[in-house]
């Protein structure tokens, strides 16, 4: 289940792929999204994560970007970090470890 999770969520993401304002790529433990958001500084950025999507929103007084990723649940919110440098947001949104295995008495 795990695999159909994550590969839907970068399927989503592969069509970011040939766009020239976001990337997506998968970085073994994490995804990393990278947003251009040239003229916007940290303060005009607001970014909010639920467990089904990620917004991005950028806003000044000359203009307005939104960016809305859908996480398949399959990032762990609370982990998420992110950084603006150049004009370039970097989003690091860590997986959800799943692979966990616990066992389960019956009674």
Not at 100 to 105: A, D, F, R, T
Request: aromatic content about 10%.
């Amino acid at each position: 289940m795990y695999y159909k999770l994550n590969k839907k969520f970068m399927d989503y993401f592969d069509q970011f792929e040939t766009t020239k304002h976001a990337k997506i790529k998968d970085s073994g433990d994490v995804y990393i999204g990278e947003f251009e958001l040239a003229g916007f500084s940290k303060d005009d950025i607001e970014i909010v994560a639920t467990d089904d999507d990620l917004q991005i929103h950028a806003k000044n007084d000359k203009r307005e970007k939104k960016f809305n990723l859908t996480l398949y649940s399959a990032v762990s919110i609370s982990d998420i970090s992110s950084e603006t440098k150049d004009g370039l947001l970097t989003v690091t949104m860590p997986k959800k470890c799943v692979s966990e295995q616990v066992k389960i008495k019956v009674k």
